[in-house]
């Protein structure tokens, strides 16, 4: 069964910085690409950045590009963003993504709030 736990929540002044975490379990994981994506109030859930299964090659959603950065631990199942320069767009509930088809599996999301 695989699962995915974000971690890392928190409250973050514009222009500071956090960083969130994603668990997997029940999946090998580095046969398998991670992405990171966030749901804001009132819109759609939006892709922010993804990673190869060796963490080699990385694309990034242009709201965050320069600002984010995706990496992974392998060796500890888990895939990482740092989220610097935060802005006040930024605040969402955070979800890490496997793509096993026929199925998407998600973790149950993390909230990250911008306020001074």
């Known amino acids: 069964q695989v699962q995915l736990v974000e971690s890392g929540r928190g409250l973050v002044q514009p222009g500071g910085s956090l960083r969130l975490s994603c668990a997997a379990s029940?999946?090998?994981?580095?046969?398998?690409?991670m992405k990171w994506y966030r749901r804001a109030p009132g819109k759609e859930r939006e892709f922010v950045s993804s990673?190869?299964?060796?963490?080699?090659?990385?694309n990034y959603a242009d709201a965050v590009k320069d600002r984010f950065t995706i990496s992974r631990d392998n060796a500890k199942k888990t895939v990482y963003v740092q989220k610097n320069s935060v802005s006040p767009e930024d605040p969402a509930v955070y979800y890490c993504?496997?793509?096993?088809?026929?199925?998407?599996?998600w973790g149950q999301g993390t909230q990250v709030t911008v306020s001074s």
């Open positions: 029940g999946v090998t994981f580095s046969d398998f690409a």
């Open positions: 993504n496997i793509s096993w088809p026929p199925r998407d599996y």
């Open positions: 990673i190869s299964r060796d963490g080699g090659s990385t």
